[in-house]
């Protein structure tokens, strides 16, 4: 029994489909290629940006000095108060250095806290109605019983200044409770959040750990 020929138009589909599989095939390949080639872009991308919200930053070494001066002038140890810098405004990498609430300069205090509470504005989250030229007057500071310290001798207590604004939170720091060994307590004092108070101290243990 002899087999039956194809019609040759169905020749011409068969061979085209031939064709247009292994193009087909081909084309998805691609496809699948450049699309894992874009998200492995977007990953990675997120892994580059990742550090800048996860990575432990290192102290730099420029400001352990400073920290050492201003925490020894006030019998604290110098690893705290890099731990709230850290904390505070990533070692002043924060920018602007002024929080939405109103904390102001290196170490983000609140102008009531560095002018003093006593101030007739000062009330409720402490942002106060403080001059700009009061809020670094010593003598202002000093009759409000503010934590404003002019840690670099010019004459003022500027929160914006770096030395001004480590002497002034080592000033706070000590006088709440570090300075005798209260840790914890002084932390709280300067935010009174346990999650603070958690990083704070986080940071503290491992600067400890890897300078002293």
């Known amino acids: 029994m002899k087999k039956k020929k194809l019609p040759i138009r169905w020749k011409r589909k068969i061979g085209c489909l031939i064709l247009f599989v292994p193009a087909a095939i081909v084309t998805m390949t691609i496809g699948i290629l450049v699309f894992a080639m874009v998200?492995?872009?977007?990953?990675f991308d997120t892994i580059k940006e990742a550090p800048s919200h996860l990575v432990e930053l290192e102290v730099p070494e420029e400001y352990i000095p400073?920290?050492?001066?201003?925490?020894?002038?006030?019998s604290i140890p110098w690893t705290l108060l890099a731990a709230h810098h850290r904390v505070e405004t990533r070692f002043s990498r924060m920018d602007p250095l002024l929080s939405p609430v109103g904390a102001e300069g290196h170490l983000q205090f609140m102008p009531c806290t560095f002018v003093g509470w006593s101030h007739p504005t000062c009330s409720g989250k402490g942002q106060g109605e403080?001059?700009?030229?009061?809020?670094?007057?010593?003598?202002?500071?000093?009759?409000?019983?503010g934590y404003g310290v002019d840690g670099n001798g010019d004459g003022i207590a500027d929160p914006y200044n770096l030395t001004d604004a480590l002497y002034s939170a080592a000033n706070y720091l000590s006088q709440n409770g570090a300075a005798e060994g209260d840790l914890e307590s002084a932390i709280f004092q300067y935010n009174h959040s346990e999650e603070y108070v958690a990083d704070v101290l986080h940071y503290y243990n491992m600067y400890e750990e890897e300078y002293n």
């Open 39 to 43: 998200n492995s872009a977007s990953v």
């Open 66 to 74: 400073l920290y050492k001066e201003a925490s020894d002038a006030y």
């Open 130 to 145: 403080i001059s700009e030229e009061d809020k670094t007057n010593l003598d202002v500071i000093a009759y409000y019983g």
